[in-house]
């Protein structure tokens, strides 16, 4: 309804199944990607999960998903935001992390 408005909206659904301990990681990933889709067929335009660094998670998320995969790297210790472009990530996330640095 939002898009009959304005179609410059651009929702950007978020799951937070990477940033709570999980102790079956195979079972994390698909949990995320459940709901990476449920959001796509709700009309998200992107997904992001913060707390997903694994170059190898990040690829086949973005390859499961016909959604753009969004990560958060305003963490100390992240991974070079290059690391996360290669691995399939189209929008990369600092939030308050360099305010929080400071």
């Known amino acids: ?6 179609g410059r909206f651009f929702i950007n659904a978020r799951t937070d199944t990477h940033i709570v301990p999980w ?7 698909e949990e995320t990607l459940r709901r ?3 959001c796509a067929a709700a009309g998200a335009d992107g ?4 707390g997903l660094a694994s ?3 990040i690829e ?3 390859r499961a998903v016909a959604l753009p995969v969004n990560v958060y790297a305003g963490y100390a210790g992240a991974p070079p935001a290059e690391s ?3 691995a399939g990530a ?3 996330s600092l939030g308050c992390g360099p305010l929080q640095a400071a």
């Open 47 to 50: 997904i992001f999960v913060p």
């Open 36 to 38: 990476a889709t449920l």
């Open 55 to 57: 170059p190898e998670e």
């Open 23 to 29: 102790d079956d990681p195979a079972a994390r990933f």
């Open 60 to 62: 086949g998320l973005s």
């Open 84 to 86: 996360f472009a290669r």
């Open 90 to 92: 189209r929008r990369i």
């Open 1 to 6: 309804a939002i898009r009959a408005l304005d």
